[in-house]
Protein backbone atom coordinates (compact mmCIF):
# COMPACT_ATOMS: atom_id res chain seq x y z
CA UNK A 1 0.00 0.00 0.00
CA UNK A 2 2.89 2.60 0.90
CA UNK A 3 4.41 1.93 -2.50
CA UNK A 4 1.59 3.06 -4.76
CA UNK A 5 1.49 5.58 -6.17
CA UNK A 6 -1.70 7.44 -5.81
CA UNK A 7 -1.92 9.91 -8.48
CA UNK A 8 -4.73 10.74 -11.44
CA UNK A 9 -2.98 8.79 -13.47
CA UNK A 10 -2.72 4.91 -11.44
CA UNK A 11 -6.68 6.52 -9.72
CA UNK A 12 -8.31 7.22 -12.97
CA UNK A 13 -6.81 6.48 -15.90
CA UNK A 14 -5.00 3.76 -15.67
CA UNK A 15 -8.00 1.13 -15.26
CA UNK A 16 -8.83 2.84 -18.70
CA UNK A 17 -6.22 1.81 -20.35
CA UNK A 18 -7.23 -1.84 -20.72
CA UNK A 19 -11.05 -0.70 -21.94
CA UNK A 20 -9.16 1.21 -24.87
CA UNK A 21 -7.29 -1.77 -25.72
CA UNK A 22 -10.21 -4.32 -25.60
CA UNK A 23 -12.05 -1.85 -27.96
CA UNK A 24 -9.27 -1.51 -30.65
CA UNK A 25 -9.23 -4.97 -30.69
CA UNK A 26 -12.96 -5.85 -30.47
CA UNK A 27 -13.33 -3.01 -33.79
CA UNK A 28 -10.79 -4.56 -35.42
CA UNK A 29 -12.70 -8.03 -34.86
CA UNK A 30 -15.73 -6.13 -36.27
CA UNK A 31 -14.46 -5.08 -39.46
CA UNK A 32 -13.40 -8.33 -40.52
CA UNK A 33 -16.47 -9.62 -39.41
CA UNK A 34 -17.92 -7.04 -41.88
CA UNK A 35 -15.66 -8.01 -44.33
CA UNK A 36 -16.78 -11.17 -44.14
CA UNK A 37 -20.37 -10.61 -44.70
CA UNK A 38 -19.84 -8.72 -48.32
CA UNK A 39 -17.97 -11.40 -49.23
CA UNK A 40 -20.60 -14.04 -48.55
CA UNK A 41 -23.46 -11.90 -49.85
CA UNK A 42 -21.40 -11.29 -53.11
CA UNK A 43 -21.42 -15.59 -53.29
CA UNK A 44 -24.88 -16.00 -52.42
CA UNK A 45 -25.92 -16.02 -56.38
CA UNK A 46 -23.81 -18.59 -57.20
CA UNK A 47 -23.73 -20.62 -53.77
CA UNK A 48 -26.53 -21.01 -51.66
CA UNK A 49 -26.36 -23.57 -49.84
CA UNK A 50 -22.76 -22.48 -48.28
CA UNK A 51 -24.17 -19.06 -47.26
CA UNK A 52 -27.48 -20.62 -45.84
CA UNK A 53 -24.98 -22.61 -43.79
CA UNK A 54 -22.96 -19.89 -42.44
CA UNK A 55 -26.05 -18.33 -41.80
CA UNK A 56 -27.33 -21.02 -39.88
CA UNK A 57 -24.24 -21.18 -37.72
CA UNK A 58 -24.27 -17.63 -37.38
CA UNK A 59 -27.89 -17.21 -35.99
CA UNK A 60 -27.01 -20.41 -33.54
CA UNK A 61 -24.14 -18.88 -31.92
CA UNK A 62 -26.89 -15.54 -31.43
CA UNK A 63 -29.75 -17.97 -30.09
CA UNK A 64 -27.28 -19.72 -27.89
CA UNK A 65 -25.95 -16.70 -26.45
CA UNK A 66 -29.56 -15.22 -26.05
CA UNK A 67 -30.57 -18.11 -24.31
CA UNK A 68 -27.19 -18.53 -21.76
CA UNK A 69 -28.34 -14.78 -20.77
CA UNK A 70 -31.74 -15.89 -20.10
CA UNK A 71 -30.15 -18.96 -18.03
CA UNK A 72 -28.01 -16.75 -16.36
CA UNK A 73 -30.28 -14.06 -14.97
CA UNK A 74 -32.24 -17.28 -14.03
CA UNK A 75 -35.32 -16.33 -16.14
CA UNK A 76 -35.56 -20.27 -17.57
CA UNK A 77 -35.73 -21.00 -20.92
CA UNK A 78 -39.68 -22.28 -22.93
CA UNK A 79 -38.98 -22.28 -26.22
CA UNK A 80 -35.98 -22.65 -28.57
CA UNK A 81 -36.13 -22.60 -32.06
CA UNK A 82 -33.56 -21.92 -35.12
CA UNK A 83 -33.60 -21.77 -38.87
CA UNK A 84 -31.12 -20.63 -41.36
CA UNK A 85 -33.15 -17.07 -41.55
CA UNK A 86 -34.21 -16.28 -37.68
CA UNK A 87 -33.97 -17.65 -33.88
CA UNK A 88 -36.26 -17.41 -31.17
CA UNK A 89 -35.87 -17.86 -27.46
CA UNK A 90 -38.59 -17.68 -25.01
CA UNK A 91 -37.85 -16.98 -21.30
CA UNK A 92 -40.33 -19.17 -18.90
CA UNK A 93 -40.29 -16.04 -16.12
CA UNK A 94 -40.55 -13.07 -18.28
CA UNK A 95 -38.10 -10.78 -16.11
CA UNK A 96 -37.58 -6.99 -16.47
CA UNK A 97 -35.08 -4.13 -15.47
CA UNK A 98 -31.94 -5.10 -15.11
CA UNK A 99 -32.38 -9.18 -15.32
CA UNK A 100 -33.88 -8.15 -19.13
CA UNK A 101 -30.76 -5.51 -19.66
CA UNK A 102 -28.24 -8.47 -19.15
CA UNK A 103 -30.10 -10.99 -21.07
CA UNK A 104 -29.92 -8.49 -23.78
CA UNK A 105 -26.39 -7.50 -23.24
CA UNK A 106 -25.43 -11.35 -24.06
CA UNK A 107 -27.93 -11.33 -27.21
CA UNK A 108 -25.82 -8.28 -28.36
CA UNK A 109 -22.35 -8.53 -27.05
CA UNK A 110 -22.39 -12.50 -26.80
CA UNK A 111 -21.53 -13.87 -30.74
CA UNK A 112 -18.35 -11.81 -30.33
CA UNK A 113 -17.35 -13.55 -27.47
CA UNK A 114 -18.72 -16.68 -26.25
CA UNK A 115 -18.01 -19.19 -29.64
CA UNK A 116 -14.26 -17.83 -29.96
CA UNK A 117 -14.53 -17.93 -25.78
CA UNK A 118 -15.09 -22.31 -26.55
CA UNK A 119 -12.21 -22.04 -28.93
CA UNK A 120 -10.11 -19.98 -26.36
CA UNK A 121 -10.87 -23.03 -24.42
CA UNK A 122 -9.86 -25.67 -26.51
CA UNK A 123 -6.82 -23.93 -27.38
CA UNK A 124 -5.23 -23.67 -24.00
CA UNK A 125 -5.32 -27.75 -23.57
CA UNK A 126 -4.36 -28.36 -27.27
CA UNK A 127 -1.75 -25.23 -27.80
CA UNK A 128 -0.92 -25.07 -24.35
CA UNK A 129 1.76 -21.63 -24.66
CA UNK A 130 1.47 -18.19 -25.02
CA UNK A 131 -0.55 -17.73 -21.96
CA UNK A 132 1.36 -14.58 -20.39
CA UNK A 133 -0.11 -12.80 -17.55
CA UNK A 134 2.42 -10.21 -16.20
CA UNK A 135 3.03 -11.47 -12.34
CA UNK A 136 3.46 -8.18 -11.14
CA UNK A 137 0.46 -5.51 -10.55
CA UNK A 138 1.28 -2.19 -13.08
CA UNK A 139 0.40 0.81 -11.76
CA UNK A 140 0.15 3.47 -14.25
CA UNK A 141 -1.46 3.76 -18.01
CA UNK A 142 1.71 3.14 -19.88
CA UNK A 143 2.02 -0.12 -18.07
CA UNK A 144 -1.30 -1.73 -18.37
CA UNK A 145 -1.28 -0.65 -22.24
CA UNK A 146 2.43 -2.15 -22.44
CA UNK A 147 1.87 -5.40 -20.65
CA UNK A 148 -1.66 -5.69 -22.11
CA UNK A 149 0.49 -5.69 -25.85
CA UNK A 150 2.75 -7.93 -24.71
CA UNK A 151 0.62 -10.53 -23.77
CA UNK A 152 -1.35 -10.17 -27.11
CA UNK A 153 1.69 -10.25 -29.07
CA UNK A 154 2.73 -13.11 -26.88
CA UNK A 155 -0.65 -15.24 -27.82
CA UNK A 156 -0.67 -14.34 -31.32
CA UNK A 157 2.75 -15.52 -31.79
CA UNK A 158 2.27 -18.77 -30.20
CA UNK A 159 -1.59 -19.43 -32.36
CA UNK A 160 0.80 -18.31 -34.99
CA UNK A 161 2.92 -20.85 -34.46
CA UNK A 162 1.08 -23.31 -33.98
CA UNK A 163 -0.81 -23.02 -36.95
CA UNK A 164 2.15 -22.92 -39.32
CA UNK A 165 3.12 -26.18 -37.73
CA UNK A 166 -0.17 -28.04 -37.14
CA UNK A 167 -0.06 -31.86 -37.96
CA UNK A 168 -3.06 -32.65 -39.67
CA UNK A 169 -2.35 -36.05 -39.21
CA UNK A 170 -2.97 -35.86 -35.49
CA UNK A 171 -6.94 -36.05 -34.85
CA UNK A 172 -6.39 -33.32 -32.11
CA UNK A 173 -4.97 -30.63 -34.14
CA UNK A 174 -7.27 -31.55 -37.23
CA UNK A 175 -10.63 -31.63 -34.96
CA UNK A 176 -9.36 -28.16 -33.54
CA UNK A 177 -9.05 -26.73 -37.13
CA UNK A 178 -12.39 -27.90 -38.35
CA UNK A 179 -13.50 -26.29 -34.64
CA UNK A 180 -11.58 -22.91 -35.31
CA UNK A 181 -12.99 -23.06 -39.12
CA UNK A 182 -16.49 -23.94 -38.03
CA UNK A 183 -16.43 -20.78 -35.12
CA UNK A 184 -14.91 -18.50 -37.48
CA UNK A 185 -17.86 -18.80 -39.82
CA UNK A 186 -20.61 -17.89 -37.15
CA UNK A 187 -18.95 -15.27 -34.82
CA UNK A 188 -20.78 -12.09 -36.01
CA UNK A 189 -23.94 -10.52 -34.63
CA UNK A 190 -25.98 -10.41 -37.46
CA UNK A 191 -26.67 -12.43 -40.53
CA UNK A 192 -27.25 -12.36 -44.11
CA UNK A 193 -30.88 -12.55 -44.65
CA UNK A 194 -32.80 -14.04 -47.72
CA UNK A 195 -33.60 -10.33 -48.96
CA UNK A 196 -31.84 -7.21 -47.85
CA UNK A 197 -34.70 -5.82 -46.60
CA UNK A 198 -32.92 -3.26 -44.85
CA UNK A 199 -28.79 -2.97 -44.13
CA UNK A 200 -27.35 -4.51 -41.53
CA UNK A 201 -23.50 -4.01 -41.97
CA UNK A 202 -21.16 -2.42 -39.26
CA UNK A 203 -22.55 0.56 -38.42
CA UNK A 204 -26.15 -1.02 -37.63
CA UNK A 205 -24.68 -3.32 -35.15
CA UNK A 206 -22.89 -0.41 -33.72
CA UNK A 207 -26.05 1.17 -32.98
CA UNK A 208 -28.02 -1.43 -31.99
CA UNK A 209 -25.06 -1.62 -29.09
CA UNK A 210 -25.17 1.91 -28.63
CA UNK A 211 -28.78 2.35 -27.94
CA UNK A 212 -28.65 -0.67 -25.85
CA UNK A 213 -25.80 1.08 -23.18
CA UNK A 214 -27.68 4.62 -23.77
CA UNK A 215 -31.00 3.18 -23.07
CA UNK A 216 -30.45 2.23 -19.60
CA UNK A 217 -27.22 4.59 -18.31
CA UNK A 218 -27.79 3.92 -14.82
CA UNK A 219 -27.14 0.30 -15.57
CA UNK A 220 -24.16 1.00 -17.47
CA UNK A 221 -22.80 3.27 -14.44
CA UNK A 222 -23.13 0.60 -12.31
CA UNK A 223 -21.05 -1.78 -14.88
CA UNK A 224 -18.45 0.92 -14.68
CA UNK A 225 -18.37 1.41 -11.21
CA UNK A 226 -18.05 -2.67 -10.53
CA UNK A 227 -14.57 -2.60 -12.89
CA UNK A 228 -13.64 0.31 -11.18
CA UNK A 229 -14.25 -1.82 -7.61
CA UNK A 230 -12.67 -4.65 -8.95
CA UNK A 231 -9.40 -2.50 -10.09
CA UNK A 232 -8.73 -0.75 -6.80
CA UNK A 233 -9.16 -4.15 -5.08
CA UNK A 234 -6.64 -5.69 -7.50
CA UNK A 235 -4.82 -2.60 -6.85
CA UNK A 236 -4.31 -2.44 -3.13
CA UNK A 237 -4.07 -6.28 -2.90
CA UNK A 238 -1.45 -6.86 -5.18
CA UNK A 239 -3.02 -8.83 -7.30
CA UNK A 240 -3.57 -8.99 -11.04
CA UNK A 241 -7.65 -9.78 -11.24
CA UNK A 242 -8.43 -6.67 -13.08
CA UNK A 243 -5.37 -7.42 -15.95
CA UNK A 244 -6.30 -11.38 -15.82
CA UNK A 245 -9.92 -10.26 -16.44
CA UNK A 246 -9.15 -7.87 -19.46
CA UNK A 247 -6.58 -10.01 -21.01
CA UNK A 248 -8.84 -12.89 -21.69
CA UNK A 249 -11.04 -11.03 -23.31
CA UNK A 250 -8.10 -9.91 -25.48
CA UNK A 251 -7.16 -13.01 -26.08
CA UNK A 252 -11.12 -14.13 -27.02
CA UNK A 253 -11.20 -11.48 -29.17
CA UNK A 254 -7.68 -12.21 -30.79
CA UNK A 255 -9.24 -15.41 -31.27
CA UNK A 256 -11.98 -14.83 -32.97
CA UNK A 257 -9.77 -12.50 -35.54
CA UNK A 258 -7.50 -15.32 -36.46
CA UNK A 259 -10.85 -17.96 -36.93
CA UNK A 260 -12.18 -15.10 -39.33
CA UNK A 261 -9.17 -14.52 -41.48
CA UNK A 262 -8.59 -18.51 -41.69
CA UNK A 263 -12.17 -18.90 -42.88
CA UNK A 264 -11.77 -15.93 -45.47
CA UNK A 265 -9.25 -17.70 -47.44
CA UNK A 266 -11.88 -20.75 -47.54
CA UNK A 267 -14.37 -18.37 -48.54
CA UNK A 268 -11.43 -16.73 -51.33
CA UNK A 269 -10.65 -19.76 -52.60
CA UNK A 270 -14.52 -20.56 -53.16
CA UNK A 271 -15.10 -17.31 -54.87
CA UNK A 272 -11.97 -17.90 -56.52
CA UNK A 273 -13.10 -21.64 -58.64
CA UNK A 274 -16.12 -19.79 -60.03
CA UNK A 275 -13.87 -18.78 -62.51
CA UNK A 276 -12.76 -22.46 -63.71
CA UNK A 277 -15.55 -24.52 -66.00
CA UNK A 278 -17.56 -26.39 -63.63
CA UNK A 279 -16.00 -30.18 -64.35
CA UNK A 280 -12.96 -28.90 -63.18
CA UNK A 281 -14.17 -26.50 -59.92
CA UNK A 282 -13.39 -29.30 -57.15
CA UNK A 283 -9.65 -29.90 -58.34
CA UNK A 284 -8.63 -27.42 -56.22
CA UNK A 285 -10.00 -28.73 -53.34
CA UNK A 286 -9.20 -32.42 -54.08
CA UNK A 287 -5.56 -31.14 -54.23
CA UNK A 288 -5.92 -29.82 -50.69
CA UNK A 289 -5.60 -33.00 -49.37
CA UNK A 290 -3.77 -35.35 -51.75
CA UNK A 291 -0.75 -33.04 -51.79
CA UNK A 292 -0.65 -32.61 -48.10
CA UNK A 293 -0.86 -36.83 -48.24
CA UNK A 294 1.48 -37.12 -50.75
CA UNK A 295 4.24 -34.77 -48.98
CA UNK A 296 3.95 -36.50 -45.53
CA UNK A 297 4.07 -39.80 -47.18
CA UNK A 298 7.51 -38.51 -48.92
CA UNK A 299 8.68 -37.24 -45.61
CA UNK A 300 8.46 -40.89 -44.27
CA UNK A 301 11.44 -41.87 -46.33
CA UNK A 302 13.49 -38.35 -46.63
CA UNK A 303 13.71 -37.27 -43.18
CA UNK A 304 13.17 -33.15 -42.36
CA UNK A 305 13.19 -31.22 -39.40
CA UNK A 306 9.68 -29.87 -40.24
CA UNK A 307 7.71 -31.89 -41.91
CA UNK A 308 4.87 -30.48 -40.87
CA UNK A 309 5.60 -26.96 -41.76
CA UNK A 310 6.78 -28.34 -45.41
CA UNK A 311 3.97 -30.39 -45.94
CA UNK A 312 1.29 -27.13 -45.42
CA UNK A 313 3.85 -25.44 -47.43
CA UNK A 314 3.59 -27.94 -50.72
CA UNK A 315 -0.27 -28.34 -50.00
CA UNK A 316 -0.87 -24.34 -50.12
CA UNK A 317 2.09 -24.02 -53.09
CA UNK A 318 0.30 -27.36 -54.94
CA UNK A 319 -2.98 -25.59 -54.51
CA UNK A 320 -2.41 -22.27 -55.58
CA UNK A 321 -0.85 -23.48 -58.74
CA UNK A 322 -3.58 -25.95 -59.64
CA UNK A 323 -5.95 -22.77 -59.19
CA UNK A 324 -3.99 -20.24 -61.88
CA UNK A 325 -3.76 -22.73 -63.85
CA UNK A 326 -7.14 -24.10 -64.01
CA UNK A 327 -8.35 -20.81 -64.70
CA UNK A 328 -5.93 -19.35 -67.13
CA UNK A 329 -7.15 -22.99 -69.61
CA UNK A 330 -10.13 -23.74 -68.29
CA UNK A 331 -11.96 -20.87 -67.11
CA UNK A 332 -15.82 -20.93 -67.58
CA UNK A 333 -17.17 -18.06 -70.22
CA UNK A 334 -19.95 -16.92 -68.80
CA UNK A 335 -20.69 -14.39 -71.95
CA UNK A 336 -21.00 -17.45 -73.97
CA UNK A 337 -24.18 -17.51 -76.15
CA UNK A 338 -25.77 -20.11 -77.15
CA UNK A 339 -26.33 -19.45 -80.95
CA UNK A 340 -23.73 -16.96 -83.10
CA UNK A 341 -25.13 -13.85 -83.92
CA UNK A 342 -25.74 -13.58 -87.65
CA UNK A 343 -25.55 -10.81 -89.91
CA UNK A 344 -27.29 -9.32 -92.74
CA UNK A 345 -26.20 -7.20 -95.11
CA UNK A 346 -28.00 -3.82 -95.66
CA UNK A 347 -28.65 -1.47 -98.50
CA UNK A 348 -25.23 0.18 -97.82
CA UNK A 349 -23.01 -2.54 -98.32
CA UNK A 350 -22.16 -3.08 -94.42
CA UNK A 351 -22.43 -5.98 -92.73
CA UNK A 352 -24.44 -5.62 -88.95
CA UNK A 353 -25.89 -7.33 -86.51
CA UNK A 354 -29.60 -8.40 -86.93
CA UNK A 355 -31.78 -7.51 -83.60
CA UNK A 356 -34.66 -9.24 -83.02
CA UNK A 357 -37.59 -6.36 -82.80
CA UNK A 358 -39.71 -6.18 -79.40
CA UNK A 359 -42.70 -4.03 -80.96
Given at each position: ?26 L ?8 Q?R??H ?26 F???V???G?AQ ?10 E ?10 W ?16 L ?16 S???Y ?5 L ?37 F ?6 S ?8 K??M ?8 N ?6 L ?9 Y ?32 L?T ?6 I ?22 II?R ?17 V ?15 K ?12 H????D ?7 K???
Amino acid sequence: MANIPLNFDVLLLAPLALLLGITAFWLLQLSFVEIQKRVLHKLRHRHEAFCRFTNFIGILFQTICHAFGYTVTRSGIAQFHVTVHYGTVEPKKVKTGVFAWIANSFLLFGPFFIPAGLVLLCSYFIIGKGFLIQSSAPYTFVEYLTNFGVSMSTFAESFVRFLIRIDLFNPLHLGFLIVLLFFGLGIRPSYIGEERKVKIDMIYDLKNIKNHLIQKPLYLLVFILILYALYFLSLFLQQTWYATLFTIFGWISLTAIIALLLTFLVILLIKTTDEIAQIWKALPFITLPASYIIARVLFMYYRSSQVESVSLLVMMLCTLVVTILLIKYKKTNRFKTATKMKHMTVEDGKKRASKKRTD
